[in-house]
């Protein structure tokens, strides 16, 4: 029987998106969640706490990028990444941490799409 990587008829891009945006999940709460969860607790707990979940992002981002990058240019693969990283980053801050959510968000994506139109075309 012959091995097949999982998700090997899905298209690089979709492969590498849903990677990154799980990745971004564990990102963003290594970097953030801390603030509202151990915001009493010493520095150092709150960064031993942050790299065992930063684990995970890596376990997710090393192989999304590695799919991404035998189709993407390394500066489509990083533009990619930054508009996922709004994308998860809005709904956290305004969901988790209680933030408003802010017409800011909005702008900031708008950026980014101009972004990904200068890095994709061709």
């Not at 590498?16 to 603030?35: D, E, G, Q, R």
């Not at 390394?74 to 709904?91: D, R, W």
């Amino acid at each position: 029987m012959e091995y097949r990587e999982v998700g090997s008829k899905m298209p690089v891009i979709l492969r590498t998106t849903l990677l990154l945006v799980a990745s971004n999940v564990f990102m963003t709460f290594a970097w953030y969640a801390h603030l509202k969860n151990l915001n009493g607790q010493k520095w150092y707990i709150a960064a031993i706490v942050s790299w065992g979940i930063a684990l995970f992002e890596y376990l997710l981002q090393v192989p999304a990028n590695r799919i991404g990058y035998t189709q993407l240019s390394l500066a489509q693969l990083k533009v990619t990444q930054e508009v996922i990283t709004l994308s998860v980053f809005a709904p956290f801050a305004v969901l988790y941490m209680r933030q408003p959510l802010r017409l800011d968000y909005l702008w900031a994506g708008l950026c980014l799409l101009g972004a990904v139109y200068f890095m994709f075309r061709s």
